[in-house]
């Protein structure tokens, strides 16, 4: 598994470079592509096409080949080869028939996003493309919402217009959004705002919505006493001096309406407090 540059093609590895030079075979997402890549750094190989539509066929052939034997290394046309790319069925299939894996590491832009975007937050969820169609996108965004973590997508420059404007909608205008386009590439660029401001920022000038996109959400914000009134409070600290904490959440939430999640945090709060 050779990690590829994502852009500049002084980010490739010696390691990645002495593999590509010594492997039998290269299988490549786009063989013309990797082709290119191959001709900069003058490596002659073998080339052998394997993406998303023919991996399950593809792959029987390369374990075949593995298994007498041979070497393989595989691509994607940019980054970890099996993230948000192909892959991962074919390392399933050399597990499953005892083939040594080896990740030869590299450039990665969900990776590269983060480092650069200044996001203090120590976790982060990976969730890659988001579905094209409105109403799943939607769906899939709900999911998330109240997730603590910076979210962090890729998105293609023909979907990213509608694509932020969901995340707006259902994620809400006033978290902020970093735009990490065209990493590592000759026209990359770094922008935050908050995500009510981020449809206007792209639509001001074309070129903002031109190349690949890394898209970092900030998370859900923790959940304070102010998102529970003052009733759900007082009934949730007498629920609390009788009854196990998560049965005094449960009651608390159904007679008062207040969000059970919420009202957990604040259980925890409280009970911390008494022990002090």
Aim: a negative charge; aromatic letters at 4%.
């Amino acid at each position: 598994m050779v990690a590829t540059p994502i852009g500049n093609l002084q980010d490739i590895t010696l390691r990645a470079l002495e593999t590509l030079k010594t492997v039998d075979i290269v299988a490549a997402e786009d063989t013309r592509h990797t082709a290119q890549l191959l001709g900069h750094f003058g490596i002659q190989a073998k080339l052998m096409a394997l993406h998303e539509h023919n991996e399950r066929s593809v792959g029987g052939k390369l374990i075949a080949m593995l298994q007498t034997g041979q070497s393989v290394a595989l691509v994607s046309d940019a980054g970890t080869p099996g993230v948000s790319d192909p892959g991962a069925l074919l390392v399933g299939m050399a597990h499953q028939a005892g083939v040594p894996v080896v990740p030869i590491p590299g450039a990665n832009a969900a990776i590269v996003a983060l480092s650069a975007a200044g996001i203090a937050a120590p976790h982060f969820l990976f969730y890659g493309f988001l579905p094209s169609k409105p109403s799943q996108r939607r769906s899939a965004l709900e999911a998330l919402r109240e997730l603590p973590y910076t979210l962090v997508f890729y998105e293609a420059p023909h979907r990213v217009l509608e694509s932020v404007a969901d995340l707006a909608v259902v994620l809400g205008g006033s978290r902020t959004i970093t735009f990490a386009r065209e990493l590592t590439k000759a026209f990359e660029s770094i922008h935050v705002c908050p995500l009510d401001d981020a449809l206007n920022w792209l639509e001001a000038d074309a070129n903002h919505q031109r190349g690949e996109f890394v898209l970092l959400v900030e998370g859900a914000t923790a959940v304070d006493e102010q998102t529970v009134d003052r009733e759900a409070q007082h009934t949730l600290e007498l629920l609390l001096r009788e009854l196990p904490l998560k049965q005094a959440v449960k009651l608390a939430a159904e007679i008062s309406g207040a969000k059970k999640n919420a009202l957990y945090e604040l259980a925890l709060e409280m009970h911390e407090n008494l022990q002090k």
